[in-house]
C-alpha cells in the first residue's frame, strides 16, 4: 500500500515470534468446529471417560507434565506456552495451560442410567431451570462428591455443554450422567412409578429436610434462584422440605443448597 507521498508502507510486524505466529494461525478456533474444555481436572477427567470423544490437545510443557504420558498418549497434542493456549479460548478462561478440543458427550436416556444404577440407595438430582452453568457446574461437583447416580434437566432451560459449565465442575462433567429431557414433570411421575421418593426444596416446605428425608431412593428437585420450582414440578413432589438456616439469612445460594440438602440425604 502507497502513502500519498509515494512511500511504500509495510505493515507492521506481530511483537510474537515466527513460529508462535505459525501455530496461531494454524489453530484459529473460527476455522474448527466442537467444544473446548480446558482446566486441569476437567481435561484429566475427559481424557479419563471412554465416552468422551477428543479430538487433541494444546497444552503447555508443565501441564504436560501434570497429565502425565499415558492420558496424553491416547491423542494428537502439541506444545505452546501460556498465550498460546489462551488464544484459542474466550478472554478470561482460568485454563491452567491446557485445552482439549472434543465432541459433546452422548445423551443418555433416564431408563439406561437407572439400570446400571448400583448400590443400596439411589439419588437423583432434578434441576428445575437452573441456567447459570458456574451454579450447574458447582452442583455437579457436590453431586459428584456425594454419589449422586443421575442430573436431570430439561432440554430448553439448562446450561450448554461448555468450557465454563466444566470449569465449575472441576471434572464432574464426565463423572455424573446428565439426563436431558422435554417435560421434567413427566420424568417425575416416572421416578414416582419407581418408587423414588421424590423431595422439592423450597423456603417454605412441610418440614425440613432432615424430617422429611427417605432412606430409599430418593429424588431431590431444585429450582432456579429467582423463579423457584415451578408449579407443575412441585405438585409432582412426594413432599417439599426446607433447610433449616437462620432468619437473618433469607436463602442459600442454589449449589450451596444443593451441597447441604445432599449432605444430609447422605447422612440420613
Not at 507492521?12 to 489453530?27: L, N, Q, S, V, Y
Not at 465416552?51 to 497434542?77: C, M, N, W, Y
Request: hydrophobic share 40%; aromatic share 4%.
Amino acid at each position: 500500500m502507497k502513502r500519498p507521498d509515494g512511500i511504500s508502507k509495510r505493515r507492521a510486524e506481530p511483537k510474537f515470534d515466527r513460529d508462535r505466529r505459525i501455530f496461531h494461525k494454524r489453530h484459529d478456533t473460527k476455522l474448527e468446529s466442537g467444544l473446548w474444555l480446558y482446566g486441569l481436572h476437567a481435561v484429566r477427567s475427559a481424557l479419563s471417560n471412554p465416552k468422551r470423544f477428543v479430538r487433541r490437545a494444546i497444552l503447555t510443557e508443565r501441564a504436560a507434565e501434570e497429565i502425565g504420558p499415558k492420558l496424553l498418549s491416547r491423542l494428537k497434542h502439541e506444545i505452546t506456552d501460556m498465550h498460546g493456549v489462551s488464544r484459542i479460548l474466550p478472554d478470561g478462561a482460568v485454563h491452567q495451560g491446557i485445552a482439549i478440543l472434543c465432541e459433546p458427550l452422548p445423551r443418555v436416556e433416564l431408563d439406561a442410567v437407572l439400570e446400571q444404577s448400583h448400590g443400596d440407595r439411589r439419588i437423583v438430582l432434578v434441576l428445575d431451570q437452573i441456567t447459570d452453568p458456574h451454579n450447574a457446574g458447582a452442583i455437579l461437583r457436590t453431586a459428584a462428591a456425594f454419589g449422586v447416580h443421575a442430573i436431570v434437566v430439561q432440554d430448553r432451560h439448562s446450561p450448554p455443554e461448555s468450557g465454563v459449565l466444566a470449569k465449575a465442575a472441576s471434572g464432574a462433567l464426565d463423572l455424573v450422567p446428565i439426563v436431558h429431557v422435554v417435560n421434567i414433570a413427566r420424568a417425575l411421575e416416572e421416578l414416582g412409578r419407581r418408587q423414588f421418593w421424590r423431595i422439592a426444596l423450597t423456603g417454605d416446605g412441610d418440614g425440613s429436610l432432615k424430617d422429611v428425608a427417605h432412606t430409599g431412593d430418593t429424588v431431590l428437585v431444585l429450582g432456579s434462584e429467582g423463579a423457584g420450582i415451578r408449579k407443575l414440578v412441585r405438585e409432582r413432589c412426594d413432599v417439599t422440605a426446607y433447610l433449616p438456616i437462620e432468619p437473618a439469612v433469607d436463602s442459600l445460594n442454589v449449589s450451596n443448597a444443593a451441597a447441604v440438602a445432599l449432605y444430609e440425604l447422605r447422612r440420613n
